[in-house]
Protein backbone atom coordinates (compact mmCIF):
# COMPACT_ATOMS: atom_id res chain seq x y z
CA UNK A 1 0.00 0.00 0.00
CA UNK A 2 1.24 3.58 -0.72
CA UNK A 3 1.24 6.55 1.40
CA UNK A 4 2.25 10.00 1.70
CA UNK A 5 3.37 11.96 4.40
CA UNK A 6 3.75 15.40 4.77
CA UNK A 7 6.07 16.98 7.52
CA UNK A 8 4.73 20.67 8.59
CA UNK A 9 0.92 20.86 8.96
CA UNK A 10 1.74 24.78 8.64
CA UNK A 11 4.55 26.46 7.47
CA UNK A 12 4.87 30.17 7.53
CA UNK A 13 7.51 32.29 5.98
CA UNK A 14 8.28 36.01 4.75
CA UNK A 15 7.64 37.61 1.24
CA UNK A 16 10.46 36.65 -0.90
CA UNK A 17 12.02 33.81 0.95
CA UNK A 18 12.24 30.41 0.00
CA UNK A 19 9.31 27.93 0.11
CA UNK A 20 10.36 24.27 1.34
CA UNK A 21 7.23 22.06 2.04
CA UNK A 22 8.50 18.81 2.47
CA UNK A 23 7.02 15.30 1.34
CA UNK A 24 7.81 11.68 1.99
CA UNK A 25 6.22 8.54 0.28
CA UNK A 26 6.17 4.88 1.11
CA UNK A 27 5.76 2.58 -1.99
CA UNK A 28 7.17 -0.48 -3.00
CA UNK A 29 8.00 0.90 -6.38
CA UNK A 30 8.66 4.76 -7.33
CA UNK A 31 5.47 5.62 -7.57
CA UNK A 32 4.04 8.52 -9.48
CA UNK A 33 4.37 11.64 -7.80
CA UNK A 34 2.56 15.15 -7.63
CA UNK A 35 1.69 18.48 -6.03
CA UNK A 36 -1.49 20.17 -6.14
CA UNK A 37 -2.22 23.15 -4.29
CA UNK A 38 -6.11 24.32 -2.81
CA UNK A 39 -7.06 28.12 -2.60
CA UNK A 40 -10.00 28.49 -0.06
CA UNK A 41 -13.21 26.88 -1.54
CA UNK A 42 -11.86 26.25 -4.35
CA UNK A 43 -10.57 22.44 -5.99
CA UNK A 44 -6.99 20.96 -6.06
CA UNK A 45 -4.96 22.26 -9.18
CA UNK A 46 -2.06 20.70 -10.36
CA UNK A 47 1.23 22.38 -9.64
CA UNK A 48 3.99 19.39 -10.98
CA UNK A 49 3.97 15.84 -11.38
CA UNK A 50 7.13 13.20 -11.93
CA UNK A 51 6.67 10.42 -13.80
CA UNK A 52 9.92 9.00 -14.05
CA UNK A 53 11.74 11.08 -16.58
CA UNK A 54 13.72 14.15 -15.09
CA UNK A 55 14.43 14.21 -11.39
CA UNK A 56 14.01 17.90 -10.77
CA UNK A 57 10.45 18.62 -12.01
CA UNK A 58 9.68 22.40 -13.04
CA UNK A 59 5.78 23.50 -12.13
CA UNK A 60 3.87 26.28 -12.66
CA UNK A 61 3.88 30.02 -10.47
CA UNK A 62 7.77 29.09 -10.33
CA UNK A 63 7.54 25.87 -8.27
CA UNK A 64 9.87 23.03 -8.21
CA UNK A 65 10.11 19.66 -6.84
CA UNK A 66 13.12 17.33 -6.77
CA UNK A 67 12.28 13.24 -6.44
CA UNK A 68 14.99 11.37 -4.90
CA UNK A 69 15.05 8.01 -4.50
CA UNK A 70 17.69 7.28 -1.91
CA UNK A 71 15.17 9.58 0.02
CA UNK A 72 12.06 8.63 -0.98
CA UNK A 73 11.30 12.30 -1.11
CA UNK A 74 9.95 14.92 -3.03
CA UNK A 75 9.96 18.23 -1.63
CA UNK A 76 8.43 21.17 -3.07
CA UNK A 77 10.47 24.45 -3.09
CA UNK A 78 10.04 27.99 -4.71
CA UNK A 79 13.08 30.46 -4.37
CA UNK A 80 11.15 33.31 -3.17
CA UNK A 81 7.32 33.58 -1.58
CA UNK A 82 5.25 35.75 -2.94
CA UNK A 83 1.50 36.55 -0.90
CA UNK A 84 -0.43 34.62 -3.51
CA UNK A 85 1.26 31.68 -2.52
CA UNK A 86 -0.41 31.77 0.68
CA UNK A 87 -2.82 28.66 0.07
CA UNK A 88 -2.88 24.50 0.96
CA UNK A 89 -0.14 21.98 -0.35
CA UNK A 90 -1.22 18.62 -1.02
CA UNK A 91 1.37 16.07 -2.34
CA UNK A 92 -0.41 12.84 -3.43
CA UNK A 93 1.10 9.40 -5.25
CA UNK A 94 -0.52 7.49 -7.60
CA UNK A 95 0.52 3.69 -8.67
CA UNK A 96 3.12 3.01 -11.63
CA UNK A 97 1.32 2.06 -14.34
CA UNK A 98 -2.17 2.37 -15.52
CA UNK A 99 -3.86 1.10 -12.41
CA UNK A 100 -6.95 3.38 -12.31
CA UNK A 101 -4.07 6.25 -11.36
CA UNK A 102 -6.03 6.72 -8.29
CA UNK A 103 -4.03 9.41 -5.84
CA UNK A 104 -3.09 8.79 -2.19
CA UNK A 105 -2.91 12.08 -0.91
CA UNK A 106 -0.43 13.33 2.24
CA UNK A 107 -2.57 15.41 4.95
CA UNK A 108 -1.41 19.24 3.44
CA UNK A 109 0.63 21.99 4.75
CA UNK A 110 -1.15 25.26 4.91
CA UNK A 111 1.56 27.69 3.77
CA UNK A 112 1.13 31.25 5.08
CA UNK A 113 3.27 34.27 3.73
CA UNK A 114 4.03 37.00 5.66
CA UNK A 115 4.62 40.61 4.06
CA UNK B 1 -15.11 27.32 -19.43
CA UNK B 2 -15.09 23.65 -20.18
CA UNK B 3 -13.37 22.58 -16.76
CA UNK B 4 -14.68 20.05 -14.33
CA UNK B 5 -18.33 21.25 -12.77
CA UNK B 6 -19.94 19.98 -9.63
CA UNK B 7 -23.43 20.73 -8.42
CA UNK B 8 -24.45 21.82 -6.06
CA UNK B 9 -21.58 23.72 -4.33
CA UNK B 10 -23.48 23.38 -0.73
CA UNK B 11 -25.93 21.27 0.35
CA UNK B 12 -27.07 21.40 4.14
CA UNK B 13 -29.39 18.62 5.54
CA UNK B 14 -30.73 16.98 8.49
CA UNK B 15 -29.72 13.75 10.10
CA UNK B 16 -31.14 10.96 7.80
CA UNK B 17 -31.98 12.64 4.96
CA UNK B 18 -30.52 11.52 1.56
CA UNK B 19 -28.38 13.55 -0.70
CA UNK B 20 -27.28 13.39 -4.01
CA UNK B 21 -24.49 15.44 -5.87
CA UNK B 22 -23.55 15.81 -9.50
CA UNK B 23 -20.74 15.74 -11.64
CA UNK B 24 -19.98 16.72 -15.01
CA UNK B 25 -16.13 15.45 -16.37
CA UNK B 26 -14.64 17.56 -18.87
CA UNK B 27 -16.39 16.12 -22.06
CA UNK B 28 -13.58 14.02 -23.87
CA UNK B 29 -12.35 12.49 -20.35
CA UNK B 30 -13.78 9.20 -20.18
CA UNK B 31 -12.46 8.68 -16.49
CA UNK B 32 -14.16 10.02 -13.45
CA UNK B 33 -13.09 10.02 -9.50
CA UNK B 34 -15.03 11.05 -6.58
CA UNK B 35 -12.84 11.96 -3.32
CA UNK B 36 -14.18 13.11 0.10
CA UNK B 37 -12.17 15.77 1.73
CA UNK B 38 -13.19 16.06 5.73
CA UNK B 39 -11.54 19.83 7.00
CA UNK B 40 -7.86 19.72 7.96
CA UNK B 41 -7.31 16.45 5.89
CA UNK B 42 -6.13 15.42 2.57
CA UNK B 43 -8.45 14.17 0.09
CA UNK B 44 -9.43 10.19 0.28
CA UNK B 45 -10.31 8.20 -2.70
CA UNK B 46 -14.08 6.65 -2.68
CA UNK B 47 -14.82 5.20 -6.11
CA UNK B 48 -13.89 6.14 -9.93
CA UNK B 49 -14.96 5.10 -12.79
CA UNK B 50 -13.99 4.58 -16.80
CA UNK B 51 -16.47 5.30 -18.64
CA UNK B 52 -19.79 3.80 -17.56
CA UNK B 53 -17.91 0.81 -15.84
CA UNK B 54 -17.35 1.54 -11.35
CA UNK B 55 -13.98 -0.10 -11.03
CA UNK B 56 -12.66 0.23 -8.24
CA UNK B 57 -14.26 1.23 -4.41
CA UNK B 58 -12.87 2.28 -1.40
CA UNK B 59 -13.64 0.64 1.61
CA UNK B 60 -14.80 4.14 2.72
CA UNK B 61 -17.91 3.92 0.53
CA UNK B 62 -20.03 2.13 2.66
CA UNK B 63 -23.64 0.65 1.54
CA UNK B 64 -24.85 3.91 2.05
CA UNK B 65 -23.13 5.61 -0.56
CA UNK B 66 -23.52 5.13 -4.32
CA UNK B 67 -22.74 6.59 -7.57
CA UNK B 68 -23.93 5.86 -11.37
CA UNK B 69 -22.36 7.16 -14.53
CA UNK B 70 -25.14 6.09 -16.70
CA UNK B 71 -23.98 6.95 -19.84
CA UNK B 72 -20.15 7.15 -19.35
CA UNK B 73 -20.71 11.29 -19.03
CA UNK B 74 -22.01 13.33 -16.17
CA UNK B 75 -22.20 10.92 -12.59
CA UNK B 76 -23.87 11.28 -9.49
CA UNK B 77 -22.67 10.31 -5.78
CA UNK B 78 -26.12 9.64 -3.61
CA UNK B 79 -25.56 9.28 -0.17
CA UNK B 80 -28.33 7.75 2.12
CA UNK B 81 -29.40 8.22 5.50
CA UNK B 82 -26.95 10.98 6.27
CA UNK B 83 -24.66 10.94 9.31
CA UNK B 84 -23.04 13.90 11.06
CA UNK B 85 -19.42 12.40 9.49
CA UNK B 86 -20.78 12.94 6.35
CA UNK B 87 -19.99 16.03 6.67
CA UNK B 88 -17.13 17.09 4.38
CA UNK B 89 -16.31 18.40 0.71
CA UNK B 90 -16.67 15.95 -1.91
CA UNK B 91 -14.33 15.87 -5.15
CA UNK B 92 -15.28 15.20 -8.45
CA UNK B 93 -12.37 14.78 -10.81
CA UNK B 94 -11.78 13.57 -14.71
CA UNK B 95 -8.53 12.52 -16.74
CA UNK B 96 -8.69 10.63 -19.60
CA UNK B 97 -7.33 7.33 -19.58
CA UNK B 98 -4.37 5.44 -21.43
CA UNK B 99 -1.24 4.05 -20.93
CA UNK B 100 0.75 6.88 -19.75
CA UNK B 101 -0.15 8.79 -16.61
CA UNK B 102 -2.94 11.88 -17.28
CA UNK B 103 -3.44 14.34 -14.85
CA UNK B 104 -6.74 14.63 -12.89
CA UNK B 105 -8.81 17.27 -12.78
CA UNK B 106 -10.66 18.57 -10.20
CA UNK B 107 -13.88 20.22 -9.80
CA UNK B 108 -15.23 22.23 -7.52
CA UNK B 109 -15.87 20.62 -4.95
CA UNK B 110 -19.84 20.21 -3.47
CA UNK B 111 -19.60 21.19 0.96
CA UNK B 112 -21.91 18.60 2.55
CA UNK B 113 -22.72 19.88 5.89
CA UNK B 114 -25.18 17.58 8.21
CA UNK B 115 -26.85 19.04 11.22
Known amino acids: AQSVTQLGSHVSVSEGALVLLRCNYS??????LFWYVQYPNQGLQLLLK??????LVKGINGFEAEFKKSETSFHLTKPSAHMSDAAEYFC?????????????FGGGTRLMVKP | DTGVSQDPRHKITKRGQNVTFRCDPI?????LYWYRQTLGQGPEFLTY????????KSRLLSDRFSAERPKGSFSTLEIQRTEQGDSAMYLC?????????????FGPGTRLTVL
Open chain 2, 93 to 105: ASSPAGRTLNEQF
Open chain 1, 50 to 55: YTSAAT
Open chain 2, 27 to 31: SEHNR
Open chain 1, 27 to 32: SSVPPY
Open chain 1, 92 to 104: AVSPYGDAGNMLT
Open chain 2, 49 to 56: FQNEAQLE
